[in-house]
């Protein structure tokens, strides 16, 4: 497999003005930077400008860190409130899975990780179930099984023991693959940004239990998947990626969980690819995904 050029990326938001565009390309220019992708959105609702550019690291002068340093005094003179963040390809990126007895995320996710598909370091699973331990091991992954107990208070000792196995690796980010637990709000705080969750239908349509069955009792001909970023209100964070996939009257409930679980799969890879490169922006309950 051929090795990535090693890439900076420059991601910037704030409200929309003349100039912004041509400042920014000039502050790269004049050190040389070869800008090798660019993107650009203008938020007509909000009057938000968006981009997100990617400059071959070998011509620039200077690394990341001085990189960053110098874009600040950009940003700030563009505006105060601009939201914006440069990182480096050539750092390697960490991901967190957390599971619980459904295998099918986990699999395929273990397997594009393995092929290489998905250049990242998997630094952990953790399930609130044993059940896919021996999977993830035979991957060679540590797998930390922290059981879920129905009280309050155990069900707290067991999330403050998945923050600890979780945060001790600084994951770029956390994946709730079929993890079958409500994140506390202090949790969503900690981790927002980076937390990712896949929920097996369309939303906003069919959210909370059973959707399939909500599905197929509405007599619906397209089911689907969402990939979102975790917040403290339930399955209503910004969207990153969603797909569906038809049904018909011949499916039952057993045909439409088989056929939205791929689609689930399919989802989940795609949003943590895009959040992994830095293309997901952020703005308000909204995104933009370069």
Not at 18 to 41: C, K, M, P, Q, S
């Amino acid at each position: 497999m051929t090795t990535p050029e090693r890439r900076f990326v420059i991601s910037f938001g704030c409200p929309d003005r003349t100039g912004i565009v041509a400042r920014i390309a000039t502050f790269l220019a004049e050190h040389g930077g070869w800008i090798v992708e660019a993107g650009y959105h203008t938020d007509p609702d909000t009057g938000w400008f968006f981009t997100r550019q990617e400059v071959r690291a070998d011509s620039l002068p200077f690394g990341v860190d001085e990189l960053r340093r110098r874009f600040a005094e950009v940003a700030a003179e563009l505006d105060g409130r601009a939201d914006w963040r440069v990182w480096d390809t050539g750092e390697r990126r960490r991901v967190v899975i957390l599971v619980s007895r459904e295998g099918h995320c986990l699999h395929d996710l273990l397997g594009r990780i393995r092929s290489g598909e998905l250049d990242v370091d998997l630094c952990a699973v953790v399930g609130n179930h044993p059940d896919l331990g021996p999977i993830t091991e035979a991957h060679g992954v540590p797998f930390h099984h922290v059981p879920f107990g129905k009280d309050p208070a155990a069900k707290a000792e067991a999330f403050d023991e998945v923050r600890s196995l979780v945060d001790a690796h600084e994951p770029n980010a956390i994946v709730l693959a079929r993890f079958m637990q409500v994140l506390p709000p202090e949790l969503c705080e900690a981790w927002a940004g980076r937390a990712i969750n896949i929920h097996h239908s369309f939303l906003p349509s069919f959210a909370g239990a059973r959707p399939y069955h909500q599905a197929y009792e509405r007599g619906v001909k397209l089911i689907g998947a969402t990939c979102h970023y975790v917040t403290a209100e339930l399955d209503a964070g910004p969207i990153i990626e969603q797909d569906v996939i038809r049904v018909d009257h011949t499916d039952a409930v057993g045909d439409m969980v088989r056929k939205g679980r791929d689609i689930e799969k399919v989802v989940l890879a795609r949003g943590l690819r895009s959040h992994l490169q830095g293309r997901v922006l952020v703005h308000g309950r909204r995104t933009v995904v370069f």
